[in-house]
């Protein structure tokens, strides 16, 4: 058994801190730090104001890691393209799964779409942003689909990584054509 296997069944014995563990190894509290980081990077435990605890089924659910509505992607919030309905919201993972999924929504349901500009960060709403559709940029899915406020901002990303600039209903249909064949076209706009 190496060591984060074991802090993990101290932990489970009632170890609730670095001291405590670093003790009962004999290493420095350097060492056992290291070591609950990565535990907690891996999910497997939590460090509350300084304690230690086990992971449980009730700490996911109240986590609620949203995922794509599309593609079931874990959703990465820079990158979210969200639909307010009246009753509830819909979430995709990028604009590509974004434009996507409008289609499917009924459009009298939606009241808002939100999005986030890719390079400033700030939130814009889907409609009035701008999309540079099939780029060779891939933040996420494929073929790319990337929200900006500006027209001028989405021109300069599209000079430096190709792809097409669109409007968000050139982009619903963009993305579409471009899932359908596959490879890189010429948008008609
Ligand atoms: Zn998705
Ligand atoms: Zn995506």
Redesign the pocket.
């Known amino acids: 058994m190496d060591r984060k296997e074991k802090i993990v069944e101290l932990i489970n014995q009632g170890y609730d801190n670095v001291k405590a563990l670093s003790q009962y190894f004999g290493v420095s509290l350097m060492t056992i730090y290291r070591d609950v980081r990565e535990l907690e990077k891996e999910g497997k435990i939590i460090r509350k104001h300084g304690e230690l605890r086990l992971r449980t089924q009730e700490d996911l659910k109240e986590e609620k890691i949203d995922t794509?509505a599309y593609?079931t992607?874990a959703v990465d919030r820079r990158?979210e393209f969200i639909y307010h309905l009246k009753n509830r919201k819909v979430k995709?993972?990028?604009a590509?799964?974004g434009l996507l999924l409008y289609k499917d929504i009924k459009e009298d349901e939606v009241e808002a779409c939100m999005t986030w500009d890719f390079i400033t960060g700030n939130p814009i709403s889907c409609y009035s942003a701008w999309y540079v559709i099939g780029s060779s940029a891939l933040p996420?899915?494929s073929p790319s689909a990337i929200a900006f406020a500006s027209r001028e901002d989405a021109e300069k990303f599209a000079k430096g990584f190709g792809g097409v600039v669109t409007d968000f209903e050139k982009g619903v249909e963009g993305i579409r054509e471009l899932m359908k064949r596959g490879q890189r076209v010429d948008i008609k706009l």
């Open positions: 794509c593609c992607k990158l995709a993972c990028c590509h799964c996420c899915c």
